[in-house]
């Protein structure tokens, strides 16, 4: 019959076996995991079931494609199973507190029915306290580019209160590190920042709101406010075309 094992770790070193493995190439880990690890093996012993239940108080994350310098954490937890007769990695909490700043994510990866050579990616995140002074710092480059560019030059001062972002993709087998057919959709609440929304314009500073994008717009919706010395009321910005050389944006703001 079936063969189940499970392991408690304690203090345990991941680099090695990711190194073992070559799992390194994407990434690692600089830190000692506490949980537990359990495995179901079919009578040829071949694996038909990972789970994976770490924890860890502190350490680094390393990872170049996202991050070119190792980000420090206080807190990391990661739930996980992985099947491989469905070829299905489901993540089922990811969290991570990276300078203040608390990140969570789940969601799936699997191999294409239609397509051996390609995955697809279902991922939510959910962040919360995050100053948009660090926002060029945590928001990884190639990670939904065209929004970040804007919000990052734009937008300063404040806090993201709270922020979820939702991910469709397709990744090939070649490259794990590369997304195509991308689906975004975000949504982040914030408070008390300062928006430069045009060259030659006064940034309209103490704004709270919430900020909706995707692959190709940014759409703020503000309360309150002042720009120019003039106190401003609830007001709408679209920027769209975000993914084309030329931009178009619409201001609608009110005293």
Not at 176 to 186: D, P, R, V
Not at 197 to 218: C, F, H, K, R, W
Request: aromatic share 4%; hydrophobic share 40%.
């Amino acid at each position: 019959g079936d063969l189940l094992i499970k392991a408690e770790l304690s203090a345990f070193n991941p680099q090695p076996w990711l190194e073992a493995f070559n799992l390194n190439t994407y990434g690692s880990i600089a830190a000692r995991l506490d949980g537990s690890v359990s495995a179901l093996l079919d009578e040829s012993v071949m694996l038909q079931d990972l789970s994976l239940k770490l924890h860890s108080k502190s350490g680094q994350l390393i990872v170049p494609q996202l991050w070119p310098q190792p980000q420090s954490f206080t807190a990391l937890a990661l739930e996980a199973q992985l099947e491989p007769t469905r070829r299905k990695l489901t993540v089922t909490e990811a969290s991570l507190h990276l300078d203040g700043v608390k990140l969570a994510v789940k969601g799936d990866i699997a191999q294409r029915a239609e397509n051996p050579d390609e995955l697809s990616m279902r991922a939510e995140a959910n962040i919360k306290d995050w100053p948009l002074d660090k926002m060029a710092a945590l928001w990884p480059e190639r990670v939904a580019p065209n929004p970040r560019t804007w919000i990052v030059a734009h937008m300063s001062n404040g806090v993201i209160r709270s922020a979820t972002t939702k991910l469709l993709a397709r990744i090939d087998r070649s490259d794990l590190t590369a997304l195509n057919n991308i689906t975004l959709n975000s949504t982040l609440n914030f408070e008390n920042a300062t928006v430069h929304y045009l060259d030659g314009m006064p940034p309209a500073s103490g704004i709270n709101g919430e900020a909706t994008a995707d692959q190709d717009s940014v759409r703020l919706t503000s309360r309150g406010g002042k720009a120019g010395g003039v106190t401003l009321g609830d007001s709408i910005i679209t920027i769209a075309g975000l993914s084309a050389e030329d931009q178009t944006i619409d201001i609608r703001l009110s005293s």
